[in-house]
């Protein structure tokens, strides 16, 4: 895919609302890698992914750290939406040795690439988009994604990035979608028990440490020819 290419995919994407582009990408692309850490705004993906491309596949890392309410509520969605998740596990001795090492109290970037990251760079070579349900601009590393970007492997696609945190309410409101049992609790966004606490927004992820995001999303977007 040229640079033409892929500026003429944003320019197309951002004139189609986001139902429209969860329809369109599988048009564009015969590979089509989903994948879902069923967090506080996952269902929404996940609804728009059931109507436009029923039984298609989501990847699902269990890092083996997740909540119990994480699982439940993974569980709760498959059977209302009937979706086809796939779990990935991370290396049985990477994962074993960050739990001996408690890798994530002193290297939580490790922690990371051992237990999600890396179970997700396996499957890259798979496909030729990756579809990212991230909401909003709430970093200043999302600020500096477009809707799609070439990490120099693989294509990634952010049907949602330009969703407000009040369309993304609206719309969870309106097609009745439950909530992660962890909000009404106060985490405006839930990963792995050791990194995650209550608060709002992402504030509660890797708190007190220079760390907002696991690692997925940072990369520096490649120039294609």
């Known amino acids: 895919m040229t640079q033409y290419e892929l500026k003429t995919l944003c320019d197309k994407y951002s004139q189609l609302n986001h139902r429209e582009r969860m329809v369109e990408v599988f048009r564009d692309f015969d590979r089509v890698l989903v994948t879902s850490s069923f967090g506080t705004t996952s269902a929404i993906l996940l609804h728009h992914l059931h109507k436009a491309r029923p039984a298609h596949p989501i990847y699902f890392v269990d890092t083996t750290y997740h909540f119990s309410e994480t699982l439940a509520y993974k569980q709760k969605l498959t059977d209302q939406f009937d979706l086809n998740v796939k779990t990935v596990l991370p290396g049985k001795i990477e994962n074993t040795f960050t739990k001996v090492n408690w890798t994530w109290t002193h290297r939580p970037e490790e922690c990371c690439e051992a237990n999600k990251v890396s179970p997700v760079q396996r499957l890259k070579g798979e496909f030729d988009v990756w579809i990212s349900g991230m909401i ?5 590393n999302r600020r500096n994604l477009d809707i799609f970007a070439f990490d120099g ?29 962890l909000q009404s609790a106060g985490f405006g966004s839930v990963g792995c028990t050791h990194c995650t606490v209550p608060g709002q927004g992402r504030d509660g992820r890797w708190a007190g440490k220079q760390k907002t995001e696991c690692g997925l999303h940072l990369f520096q977007q490649k120039k294609v020819g």
Not at 136 to 140: C, I, V
Request: no cysteine.
């Open 136 to 140: 909003g601009r709430t970093s200043l």
């Open 153 to 181: 492997e693989i294509v990634r696609f952010y049907p949602f990035l330009d969703m407000t945190q009040e369309e993304a309410e609206v719309y969870k409101v309106t097609y009745e979608l439950p909530e992660h049992p």
